[in-house]
């Protein structure tokens, strides 16, 4: 079964892990040494192991922990992200809307599944996207390639190119595309010729097709049982022509996994699909929050670790609520605010609760990128005394230019700042308008 052997090493550390009520630094570097040696064992690149551990082992250790879970559960959430982050985030569907006909161009090796993978697409596009689906096969090499694609089209009831003996895979592209056009299909899908290793000839080939067909998918299948071969190959197609994805086959047959793991960090192209047997049916979307969580298997401990951070979240922004409502919102709560943004990315619950905020995720938006625009605002906020941190009007133009050149920032920055803070104070009394904390909690639902 897929992952499986991973699934049951990191089980058996987060097990170990979880029972704990307080956990100190050495307590989850440790884990994360065990995590690091079953990412290995399950054949995931090591450059993607590194930079996967070092990122979990920054996050977790000195976070605090949240409220109501323990710091074990809290290092499960954190390399759960850590992993669906790694599998690449989204589920990375066809994109094909455009004008029909849509072309989709299946590149890979010689019995990587390439041509049935075709056939499973063709069939999830008639079925479940309701699409009109024509196939042809480009591969004029092996005999009767081009009757296994007619024959999978009868299975699947999918239409294929009628067969055209003599023709170059240019030609039948061509003729496949009026086709297309001419028969009014939202989906072209090229099967290309397979080759045995990545060959010179077979590359040009391929740009030849791709240049006359303008394909707006061009997804390569790789076999997941040969591992980092695998990404290896993804890397070396991935240089010859502009891939959109990976569909990865006989993930059925892979307890190990690396290939999976490791295929977006290595060729920043997303895994789209996975083969998992050889019946037309066996082909799955690739959700990388899913088999994360199937990975880790502990789906009960990341969604208790969601409930308790949207738990804090509501609570903080009562908290920042009641004080704001008192007229009381001064630099420190904004720098509070700030912090909690860090923390949660930018794009915390809080953030779309308080109308204030808006303007200031606005500001962000518009500034140098989250991350270093709330370090400069941080560093402003840190270079006032605390006297004008409760007071901001105190802030003249002479206390602006020492802000600035405290913080190694501008005028302009400082300014900024004061107009977001302003923003917000304002929203705080349309707020209150409204009837202080009840209005506050209509807005927030
Ligand atoms: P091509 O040469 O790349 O076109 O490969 P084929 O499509 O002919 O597939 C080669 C073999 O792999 C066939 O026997 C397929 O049934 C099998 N195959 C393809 N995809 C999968 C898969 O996801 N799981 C399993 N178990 N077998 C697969």
């Given at each position: 079964?897929?992952?499986?052997?991973?699934?049951?090493?990191?089980?058996?550390?987060?097990?170990?892990?979880?029972?704990?009520?307080?956990?100190?630094?050495?307590?989850?570097?440790?884990?994360?040494?065990?995590?690091?040696?079953?990412?290995?064992?399950?054949?995931?690149?090591?450059?993607?192991?590194?930079?996967?551990?070092?990122?979990?082992?920054?996050?977790a250790v000195g976070q605090s922990?949240?409220?109501?879970?323990?710091?074990?559960?809290?290092?499960?959430?954190?390399?759960?992200?850590?992993?669906?982050?790694?599998?690449?985030?989204?589920?990375?569907?066809?994109?094909?809307?455009?004008?029909?006909?849509?072309?989709?161009?299946?590149?890979?090796?010689?019995?990587?599944?390439?041509?049935?993978?075709?056939?499973?697409?063709?069939?999830?596009?008639?079925?479940?996207?309701?699409?009109?689906?024509?196939?042809?096969?480009?591969?004029?090499?092996?005999?009767?390639?081009?009757?296994?694609?007619?024959?999978?089209?009868?299975?699947?009831?999918?239409?294929?190119?009628?067969?055209?003996?003599?023709?170059?895979?240019?030609?039948?592209?061509?003729?496949?595309?009026?086709?297309?056009?001419?028969?009014?299909?939202?989906?072209?899908?090229?099967?290309?010729?397979?080759?045995?290793?990545?060959?010179?000839?077979?590359?040009?080939?391929?740009?030849?097709?791709?240049?006359?067909s303008t394909p707006h998918e061009?997804?390569?299948?790789?076999?997941?049982?040969?591992?980092?071969?695998?990404?290896?190959?993804?890397?070396?197609?991935?240089?010859?022509?502009?891939?959109?994805?990976?569909?990865?086959?006989?993930?059925?047959?892979?307890?190990?996994?690396?290939?999976?793991?490791?295929?977006?960090?290595?060729?920043?192209?997303?895994?789209?699909?996975?083969?998992?047997?050889?019946?037309?049916?066996?082909?799955?979307?690739?959700?990388?929050?899913?088999?994360?969580?199937?990975?880790?298997?502990?789906?009960?401990?990341?969604?208790?670790?969601?409930?308790?951070?949207?738990?804090?979240?509501?609570?903080?922004?009562?908290?920042?609520?009641?004080?704001?409502?008192?007229?009381?919102?001064?630099?420190?709560?904004?720098?509070?605010?700030?912090?909690?943004?860090?923390?949660?990315?930018?794009?915390?619950?809080?953030?779309?609760?308080?109308?204030?905020?808006?303007?200031?995720?606005?500001?962000?938006?518009?500034?140098?990128?989250?991350?270093?625009?709330?370090?400069?605002?941080?560093?402003?906020?840190?270079?006032?005394?605390?006297?004008?941190?409760?007071?901001?009007?105190?802030?003249?133009?002479?206390?602006?230019?020492?802000?600035?050149?405290?913080?190694?920032?501008?005028?302009?920055?400082?300014?900024?700042?004061?107009?977001?803070?302003?923003?917000?104070?304002?929203?705080?009394?349309?707020?209150?308008?409204?009837?202080?904390?009840?209005?506050?909690?209509?807005?927030?639902?």
């Open positions: 079964v897929m992952f499986e052997s991973l699934s049951d090493r990191l089980g058996g550390v987060f097990d170990r892990l979880r029972g704990r009520g307080a956990l100190n630094e050495a307590d989850v570097r440790a884990a994360l040494r065990e995590v690091r040696i079953a990412l290995l064992e399950a054949d995931v690149a090591l450059p993607v192991v590194r930079q996967f551990v070092d990122g979990v082992t920054e996050k922990v949240l409220k109501s879970i323990t710091p074990g559960q809290q290092v499960v959430k954190i390399v759960n992200d850590a992993l669906t982050e790694m599998l690449g985030s989204d589920a990375a569907d066809l994109d094909l809307d455009v004008t029909p006909p849509a072309v989709v161009m299946m590149v890979g090796l010689q019995g990587s599944g390439k041509t049935t993978t075709t056939a499973k697409i063709a069939k999830r596009l008639t079925e479940k996207g309701r699409k009109k689906v024509l196939m042809a096969s480009l591969d004029v090499n092996r005999p009767a390639a081009q009757e296994q694609l007619a024959t999978l089209g009868t299975q699947v009831s999918v239409a294929t190119l009628p067969i055209v003996a003599g023709q170059t895979p240019v030609d039948i592209a061509r003729r496949a595309l009026q086709a297309a056009k001419l028969q009014g299909f939202d989906v072209l899908m090229l099967d290309t010729a397979g080759r045995l290793h990545v060959d010179q000839a077979l590359m040009e080939e391929m740009r030849a097709v791709a240049e006359i061009i997804l390569l299948v790789v076999d997941a049982l040969t591992g980092q071969d695998a990404v290896n190959v993804a890397t070396n197609f991935s240089q010859q022509v502009a891939l959109t994805g990976v569909v990865l086959t006989r993930m059925d047959g892979d307890a190990r996994g690396g290939a999976a793991l490791s295929m977006r960090a290595v060729t920043g192209k997303p895994i789209k699909f996975v083969g998992t047997g050889e019946k037309l049916d066996g082909l799955e979307l690739f959700q990388p929050s899913r088999v994360a969580g199937r990975i880790l298997g502990m789906g009960d401990v990341v969604s208790l670790v969601e409930r308790a951070a949207e738990t804090i979240q509501v609570e903080e922004a009562e908290a920042l609520a009641a004080k704001m409502a008192k007229g009381q919102f001064d630099m420190n709560d904004l720098r509070a605010q700030f912090n909690q943004m860090k923390r949660m990315g930018g794009l915390g619950a809080l953030a779309g609760m308080l109308p204030g905020v808006k303007q200031v995720k606005q500001a962000m938006a518009n500034g140098a990128g989250d991350d270093k625009m709330l370090v400069r605002l941080d560093a402003i906020i840190g270079s006032m005394t605390p006297k004008e941190r409760s007071k901001p009007e105190l802030l003249n133009a002479k206390r602006k230019i020492r802000i600035a050149k405290g913080s190694g920032t501008t005028v302009q920055e400082v300014n900024k700042l004061l107009k977001m803070h302003q923003e917000m104070a304002n929203a705080m009394k349309k707020i209150r308008k409204m009837g202080g904390l009840k209005g506050l909690g209509a807005m927030m639902g």
